[in-house]
């Protein structure tokens, strides 16, 4: 499965969004040169991203629970550029293919990323980050002690809604809270990816 979210405004991204997908982009584009356009698990393609920038502390803090709209930034950034859709090769471990809503022919869309020249894209895709930066969702980052302490606060005000979340779910939680996220949203945002990546180890 695909992450199959809806096109966002890029207001709508947070620059964590935006770091990571820039990161991602990169893998992919290496993925799909190397592999002839295989597709790939969402945590493997997040070991390469962290592999080719191990002295990136934002990326190694990536989870694969927080990589949609990491992901569907790389696919906005693909669509407004009329290049052929990279996010696509992204895939859950669950089914290996992309979900029932995804829109298009995904074997041809495997085929054109693998065709296409990457290497032109990439001023393109130095000038919609810096767009995309200039109008990034406007949150106050928290340091990562803050947003420890603001977690904890909130974990301890709702300990059933946290029951149920795996360690990477928590991890996400931190993650978006530095980013500046208000707790409540936070929670719903990780909660709300889980059916992206159904079956996803």
Not at 2 to 17: C, F, G, K, Q, R
Not at 152 to 166: C, D, E, M, T
Request: proline share 4%; with cysteine.
């Amino acid at each position: 499965m695909t992450v199959a979210l809806p096109a966002v405004d890029i207001s709508e991204y947070t620059l964590n969004d935006i770091h990571v997908g820039t990161r991602l982009y990169t893998a992919l584009v290496a993925h799909a040169r190397s592999t002839g356009g295989a597709p790939v698990y969402y945590s493997d393609i997040l070991a390469q991203a962290k592999a080719l920038a191990p002295d990136d502390a934002e990326l190694q803090r990536a989870v694969p629970i927080g990589i949609g709209m990491k992901l569907l930034f790389v696919e906005n950034f693909c669509s407004a550029n009329g290049y052929p859709n990279l996010a696509c090769l992204a895939v859950s471990r669950g089914t290996g293919r992309p979900s029932e809503g995804y829109k298009g022919d995904w074997e041809a869309d495997r085929r054109a990323v693998a065709a296409f020249d990457w290497s032109t894209a990439q001023a393109k895709l130095d000038a919609y980050v810096y767009d995309a930066k200039l109008v990034a969702a406007p949150k106050r980052r928290r340091s990562l002690q803050d947003a420890k302490d603001l977690r904890w606060a909130h974990y301890s005000a709702n300990r059933a809604a946290y029951a149920g979340l795996s360690e990477e779910e928590k991890e996400e939680i931190l993650n978006l809270l530095i980013e500046g996220f208000d707790p409540e949203l936070a929670l719903r945002r990780v909660i709300a990816a889980r059916g992206l990546l159904s079956g996803e180890a």
